[in-house]
């Protein structure tokens, strides 16, 4: 796995991933300008597996010193979806985050039913520490889902 800056040819695959059922229900379907412009306070990093975009990371940053954390978020192709590549993703944007930017705290904040999406923070270290209600909108617009708040500290490292 290689994770790479963006790319303008790469954004083909990564809306095909990204409109994909099981990625459009945590998602929501593309909004315009993605991956590129739609979000630019986010750092995005292409997720390259055999040679092939795999899927997408990204992380934005709070840098006022009294709350300086980073938060984290990815979506995987669903073919690859249980080998382990969006823990190993999440491991290594961590380790950037905490090396070469200097981050204490990182968060992460899946639906609390995306049970494999809680599993593979878990194991990349992040901990639970509560359940925002009702904090992110359905994807088919209809309802409210609530989000898992998980939080990885540089002493658990």
Do not use: C
């Not at 796995?1 to 099981?22: N, Q, S, Y």
């Not at 969006?86 to 944007?93: F, L, N, S, Y």
């Amino acid at each position: 796995m290689i994770l790479r800056p963006l790319e303008p040819g790469d954004v083909p695959e990564l809306r095909r991933i990204h409109e994909t059922p099981e990625v459009a229900r945590w998602w929501d379907l593309p909004e315009q300008g993605f991956p590129l412009t739609d979000e630019p306070e986010a750092t995005r990093l292409t997720i390259e597996v055999d040679g092939a975009v795999a899927g997408m990371v990204q992380f934005s940053e709070e840098l006022e010193p009294k709350y300086r954390h980073a938060a984290v978020d990815l979506f995987l192709d669903p073919g690859l979806h249980g080998r382990g590549l969006g823990q190993e993703a999440v491991r290594r944007v961590v380790r950037l985050l905490i090396e070469e930017r200097g981050h204490h705290r990182i968060t992460i904040d899946p639906a609390t039913e995306n049970v494999s999406a809680v599993r593979a923070y878990e194991k990349a270290g992040f901990k639970p520490v509560g359940v925002m209600r009702k904090s992110e909108r359905d994807a088919d617009g209809g309802g409210w889902h609530d989000s898992l708040m998980m939080e990885l500290l540089v002493e658990d490292e």
